[in-house]
């Protein structure tokens, strides 16, 4: 039930503005939200209890009333790194920094109003390397998606970093990927409440990027056929592919009394000086080490998916890296080394070796991945699945040299979001676009979201990978320019060796992953994108050094 309330408030003399409150019951409590003209929201809504560090999260119940008209504070996020500021200027505080604070399990909902019945729903999950993120920031701010689109948009703040993903022997296998834990959470609050905003609980789509991408395409594994909290799945830039299953902790001493009495302040300047990572562990309940096997064998959601990369994907990861051979050896994790730099030079003629590192990276971290797990659901008989390579390119939207069309430049397109005072019309007309297209897919899922663009099949015997705003198109009846698959996947036979280890034809012995949205430090630009090989120890170190520092 949604209820709405105006309030008369003075403004200036001889001016009134009136103000609406909304009100929805929901297992949280009585939200009061806002209304601003044909949108509600609701805003720092509490669907975990304040979490205790290292433990499953626990859904917050109450019957009270709630204020739901506050953006909530991030969870703790690491900024470790050379480019620690160029991280957080991107995708954390393109004005204030946000608030922090380990009592984060909140999330905000933007609906149309007045309330419609059986919405479509979209749950966001934001990148960040699973290092840093809110679902708060300006950028994902749902206004758009309601007002133009009649699509219910939902975010929310799951734990990163040391925090959500602690990789300890401490703690049950299957509670080590706590953030994995924190989305799920959100995923069932959506189930039980978003009909009392005018969604539909069996339409929700699941929408991330980069490291969100990841999240989505791991909550796509871990659920079987029929399973599902949601119907449908975008990714843009990083779905998982193999991962090592090592989870050996048996050199890894004992932290977690200690650490749990430190001030999360301490740990989060701690975390920002030291150039580690932390990663998901294999778990296989979770995070599943063969996610491409489980999709040629039926064993995941199989909901129809939208997967694709950005033209330039590999830019921002490649600032300051200059080593060919270095960059191979970090990338892949040791696998490749300075005699492979010769045959990856192969695969892009005419390319300096910069040019070369960019490439690479794009490839291997995003385009073969959305290429591997395309081909898998097409092997598995899942009908519904298409795939893009987006190259839109602004002038006011550059913010390192030579970005091109780069990591995370879609998403003030996809959101409505990009800075009206310095946009082109053309930048204007492709957010309505590509507002449009992601809606369509929202809404149904099982057909086509833009004109000529068809379900994918691999290969070149069909154009049917969606070429999305490549040539200034920017128009809904041209933004797509469908081209045969082998046209961009020239270079995936050499990196799907590293990506796919449950293939037979790929060495038992590699495996790495991709997804990352992380380029904080000069490792960082250059290392796998998931490395998810537990660090031995460095929860201790950690501990140690926190408990010094004070």
């Known amino acids: 039930m949604v209820r709405i309330y105006a309030a008369l408030f003075p403004l200036l003399p001889l001016r009134l503005c009136w103000a609406a409150t909304v009100t929805v019951n929901t297992t949280s409590g009585l939200l009061q ?28 119940t109450s019957t009270s009333v709630q204020n739901a008209s506050t953006l909530p504070p991030a969870c703790v996020q690491q900024f470790n790194g050379a480019l620690a500021s160029l991280d957080q200027k991107i995708f954390n505080n393109p004005s204030d920094p946000p608030a922090e604070s380990e009592d984060c399990l909140f999330l905000n909902v933007w609906a149309p109003s007045p309330a419609g019945q059986g919405l479509p729903v979209v749950l966001w999950i934001y990148g960040g390397g699973l290092s840093f993120g809110t679902g708060s920031i300006p950028m994902y701010d749902g206004t758009y998606f309601a007002q133009n689109q009649s699509v219910i948009l939902v975010s929310f703040n799951y734990r990163t970093n040391v925090f959500g993903f602690p990789g300890s022997p401490d703690l049950a296998l299957a509670e080590n990927n706590l953030g994995f834990l924190d989305q799920e959470l959100a995923m069932q609050w959506v189930q039980q409440n978003i009909a009392q905003f005018g969604g539909d609980p069996s339409k929700v789509t699941l929408m991330g990027q980069s490291a969100g991408a990841l999240s989505t395409s791991a909550a796509y594994v871990r659920h079987g056929p029929g ?48 150039p580690e990572l ?3 562990v294999v ?17 995941t959601s199989g909901v129809p998916f939208i997967v694709g990369n950005m033209q330039d994907d590999g830019t921002l990861f490649s600032i300051n890296v200059t080593s060919l051979s270095a960059f191979l050896s970090a990338t892949t994790n040791g696998m490749l080394n300075a005699a492979d730099v010769s045959p990856v030079q192969a695969l892009y003629p005419g390319l300096n070796n910069t040019q070369v590192i960019v490439e690479a990276t794009k490839d291997f971290r995003f385009l073969c991945p959305a290429q591997l797990w395309t081909a898998a659901a097409v092997e598995a008989g899942i009908s519904d699945v298409y795939r893009y390579s987006y190259g839109a390119v602004f002038a006011d939207d550059q913010p390192f040299p030579n970005a091109g069309a780069w990591h995370s430049s879609e998403l003030p397109e996809v959101f409505g979001t990009y800075d009206s005072a310095t946009a082109t019309a053309a ?10 297209i992601i809606s369509n897919f929202i809404k149904d899922p099982t057909t086509s979201p833009a004109t000529n663009w068809a379900k994918y099949v691999p290969g070149s015997g069909s154009s049917t990978l969606a070429m999305l705003a490549y040539s200034g198109n920017v128009d809904m009846d041209n933004v797509v320019d469908a081209v045969q698959s082998d046209s961009l996947d020239s270079s995936c036979a050499f990196w799907d060796q590293l990506l796919d280890i449950t293939n037979t034809s790929a060495p038992s012995s590699i495996s790495t992953a991709s997804g990352s949205s992380s380029t904080s430090a000069n490792t960082r630009g250059t290392s796998a994108a998931w490395d998810l090989r537990p660090s031995m120890g460095l929860l201790w170190t950690i501990a140690l050094a926190v408990l010094f520092m004070r």
Request: proline share 9%; aromatic share 12%; net charge neutral.
């Open 33 to 60: 939200g806002v209304v601003d003209g044909t949108v509600m929201s609701f805003k720092g809504v509490r669907f975990g209890q304040p979490p205790v560090r290292w433990e499953p999260p626990v859904a917050f």
């Open 227 to 274: 399973t599902a909290p949601f119907r449908a799945a975008i990714m843009f830039s990083g779905p998982q592919v193999s991962q090592p299953s090592d989870t050996d902790f048996s050199t890894f001493n004992s932290f977690a009394s200690a650490l749990k009495k430190v001030p999360a302040a301490d740990i989060r300047t701690y975390l920002d000086s030291i």
């Open 278 to 280: 932390f990663r998901p």
């Open 283 to 299: 778990d296989n309940v979770t995070f599943f080490t063969d996610p491409l096997e489980r999709i040629r064998t039926g064993q």
């Open 427 to 436: 930048e204007s007309t492709l957010s309505n676009t590509m507002q449009t």
